[in-house]
């Protein structure tokens, strides 16, 4: 089925360790966004591309880095997990910036716990 | 500080009824809202949206209706279905990106 893929689903990482989560799309959006979803805080933007070969910050970028490898991929990368760092990440892809009525496509999502 | 907010956690309603979810905001740039509804272990899927030039939007049983002078959204279903037990996110847009709400649980009983 067409849409974004995830990987990992889930994933423990031990204070310190880095890993990288990786987004695919396969619907020929221009952009794509990595969100995490904490309790009480709804879905935060991490950083976004708004097409390929641009990344831009969003609200809560530290800790953390960005690539948009193609016009299909987007990964995000933990340097150093910290505890805080722990929580539910989700990748999305849109037509465009410009295209915000017609929603975003989410992935399931990457369940992160950092011990 | 919120910009979106989502003061009930939760909602229970009868099938057959209507279910309200309500939204908040403060940011009176934003020119897009938009309702997502989310199942365990799923991504949130698009719902329905409506442009701040509007007051209503229809989709079938949802409708979104927007409040500009009082910076509220609010999104009716009817009839709620037990299938629409989820968690529902208010979004709004600023600057083509969204800020979320932090979601209402939304229960159907049968």
């Known amino acids: 089925n067409a849409g974004v893929t995830q990987t990992p689903k889930f994933q423990v990482l031990k204070t310190g360790q880095s890993m990288t989560l990786q987004c695919a799309q396969d619907?020929?959006?221009?952009?794509m966004y990595w969100y995490r979803q904490d309790p009480g805080m709804g879905l935060r933007l991490i950083y976004y591309s708004a097409s390929e070969g641009t990344t831009d910050k969003g609200e809560v970028p530290n800790g953390y880095n960005v690539s948009r490898l193609n016009k299909r991929e987007f990964s995000l990368r933990l340097e150093s997990a910290a505890p805080s760092q722990t929580s539910v990440y989700f990748c999305?892809?849109?037509?465009?910036?410009?295209?915000?009525?017609?929603?975003?496509?989410f992935g399931s999502g990457t369940r992160l716990t950092v011990v | 500080d919120q910009q979106v907010k989502q003061n009930s956690p939760s909602l229970s309603v009868q099938e057959g009824r209507i279910s309200i979810l309500n939204c908040d905001y403060t940011?009176?740039?934003?020119?897009?809202f938009l309702w997502y509804k989310k199942y365990p272990a799923e991504g949130p899927t698009f719902l329905i949206s409506i442009s701040s030039i509007k007051d209503k939007n229809e989709d079938g049983r949802f409708t979104v209706f927007l409040n500009k002078s009082a910076k509220h959204l609010s999104l009716h279903i009817v009839p709620s279905q037990p299938g629409d037990s989820a968690v529902y996110f208010c979004?709004?847009?600023?600057?083509?990106?969204?800020?979320f709400g932090a979601g209402t649980i939304l229960r159907v009983k049968s």
């Open positions: 999305a892809s849109s037509a465009g910036l410009t295209r915000v009525l017609t929603g975003y496509t």
């Open positions: 979004a709004a847009s600023v600057l083509n990106k969204l800020v």
């Open positions: 940011n009176s740039m934003f020119d897009y």
């Open positions: 619907m020929n959006h221009n952009s």
